[in-house]
């Protein structure tokens, strides 16, 4: 998030989404602009409720110099807030990281960059796209648009193929060893769209309000690429002979991997 759009951020219009886009400084700042505000008390909790789904809290109970160097000393930040005239708070608060694929969320997905995204898959103990469980695909999908192909290694760079192109067009790459043949994903993050509002009629006004969050969900594009060749040759060593968006006869083809499990445990 740009730095200007950081800075008309309140208490008041932060959400769980552009919360992720905040440090912690950015956090206390907010905090200090609304100590006049006198909703502030009353709906403290609801904001740190907020707050807490992207950011580690502790209330520092013992607020003593030596205490607080132990809250530093993890990687918190620490703070006292005005609540009201005679009440203050300490807090310590510390981004929470996106280091496992469990970590990602639907409010902090788009938040993270594609180089991010493939450090966090990649630690998914190397299994693949397909190791992964379906509602963290999910997850992934609603934020970036995701490929894959499975190639022998000694094809997977051939010159104008499939990984080239996806390079040029912005996509990172993580590249999966599995034997003798290499899983390549691709992850782009998705433009934000958004559907255009439909003008009613006076006449039928009142059917605004049942359609107004309809109206206002973006779209969300299919997220694998189905790259046809028009002239293909059947006799000829292709990439897309080995896509595995495609079905195969398990038969014909022998892939040197271990075979991957979809369980989701760390």
Not at 84 to 99: C, F, G, H, V, W
Not at 211 to 221: G, H, I, R, T
């Amino acid at each position: 998030m740009k730095e200007e759009e950081i800075k008309v951020l309140t208490l008041k219009t932060l959400s769980k989404s552009s919360v992720w886009d905040v440090q912690e400084n950015d956090i206390f700042r907010m905090c200090e602009a609304a100590e006049k505000d006198a909703d502030l008390k009353e709906n403290f909790r609801h904001y740190l409720d907020i707050i807490r789904s992207a950011f580690e809290m502790e209330e520092v109970k013992i607020d003593k110099p030596e205490v607080i160097k132990k809250y530093e000393a993890r990687g918190f930040k620490v703070a006292s807030l005005k609540l009201d005239e005679n009440s203050r708070m300490t807090l310590a608060i510390k981004k929470r990281p996106i280091m496992r694929v469990t970590d990602l969320t639907y409010e902090n997905i788009r938040h993270i960059s594609a180089a991010k995204l493939m450090e966090v898959i990649d630690r998914n103990f190397g299994g693949g796209w397909d190791s992964l469980s379906q509602s963290i695909q999910d997850i992934i999908e609603s934020g970036f648009d995701i490929s894959t192909t499975t190639l022998p290694k000694d094809r997977l760079h051939k010159p104008g193929g499939l990984y080239e192109k996806k390079v040029n067009d912005g996509f990172e790459v993580l590249e999966i060893p599995k034997g003798t043949w290499v899983e390549a994903i691709f992850a782009k993050l998705k433009p934000i769209s958004e559907k255009p509002k439909i003008k009613f009629d006076e006449d039928i006004d009142s059917d605004d309000s049942e359609n107004e969050d309809d109206e206002d969900l973006p779209e969300v594009e299919d997220s694998y690429e189905d790259e046809e060749d028009d002239d293909y040759d059947e006799d000829e060593l292709t990439e897309e002979s080995y896509r595995t968006t495609f079905e195969t006869d398990p038969d014909d083809l022998s892939l040197d991997a271990a075979e991957v499990s979809d369980d989701d445990d760390y």
